[in-house]
C-alpha cells in the first residue's frame, strides 16, 4: 500500500464526511464540509502526481483512483439534490453513466484486463469537480453570510437557481457522452469481457 494508494482510500473515506456536514443546516458545519471536500479533491492531484513522479503506478491505482473520485462526486450531487438545489433526474443520469462504466471496469479488471481513463472521462471528472466547488461555494455563502448580517435577496433569486441547472445539465450531457466515448475506444476489450 504505498503512498498514491492511501491518498485514494483517504478519498474514499472523507467522502462520507463531507456528506454528513454538508446536510447539517449549520454555518460551522457548511464550512467544514467545505474545506473536507477541498482536501479530497487535493488527493486526486497529489496521488496522481505522485504516483508518475515515482513511477509507482498499480494496478489498484488505476482501477480505484477514478472509482474514488466517483464516489466523491456522487456523493456531493446526491447531497446537492437532497438539498434541491440540483435536478434530481440530472444526477441519476450522471451516476448511472459513472457506475455503469465502473462496472465495465471492474469485470474487465475481473478478467485481468486494466481499462484506463480516457482523456475525456478526465476532463469530465474536472468539469464535475468545478461544478461542485461552484455549488458548494454559492450554498456556503448563502449559509454564512445572512449569518454576518446581510440581507440582500441575492441568493434568493430565480436566475442562480435556473444557471445550476443549465451547468449541471451541461456536465451531464458531457458525462453522458464521454461514457459512450468510453465504451467505443474500448469496444474490443468490452466485447471479449462480455463473451
Known amino acids: 500500500m504505498n503512498t498514491p494508494n492511501k491518498l485514494t482510500i483517504t478519498r474514499i473515506i472523507l467522502a462520507p464526511i463531507f456528506m454528513v456536514f454538508f446536510l447539517m443546516d449549520n454555518v460551522y458545519c ?3 464540509s467545505l474545506l473536507i471536500f477541498g482536501v479530497a479533491s487535493l488527493t486526486d492531484l497529489w496521488d496522481g502526481h505522485l504516483a ?8 489498484f491505482g488505476k482501477f480505484m483512483d477514478p472509482l474514488a473520485d466517483k464516489i466523491l462526486t456522487s456523493t456531493a450531487f446526491i447531497s446537492f439534490a437532497a438539498l434541491g438545489y440540483v435536478q434530481a433526474w440530472m444526477i441519476m443520469l450522471i451516476i448511472f453513466r459513472e457506475f ?3 462496472g465495465l471496469r471492474s469485470l474487465a479488471a475481473y478478467r485481468g484486463l486494466i481499462i484506463s481513463p480516457t482523456p475525456s472521462a478526465k476532463f469530465k471528472t474536472g468539469l464535475q469537480m468545478l461544478t461542485i466547488v461552484a455549488i458548494l461555494l454559492y450554498i456556503n455563502l448563502k449559509t454564512i453570510m445572512p449569518a454576518m448580517g446581510y440581507t440582500g435577496n441575492f441568493f434568493e433569486l430565480k436566475l ?3 444557471m445550476f441547472d443549465w451547468l449541471v445539465l451541461i456536465t451531464m450531457v458531457i458525462t453522458v457522452l464521454t461514457g459512450i466515448d468510453y465504451m467505443v475506444k474500448n469496444v474490443s476489450i468490452l466485447r471479449g469481457v462480455l463473451k
Open 52 to 59: 508518475r513522479k515515482y513511477g509507482i503506478i498499480t494496478g
Open 100 to 102: 455503469f462504466i465502473t
Open 30 to 32: 457548511r464550512a467544514l
Open 160 to 162: 442562480v437557481t435556473q
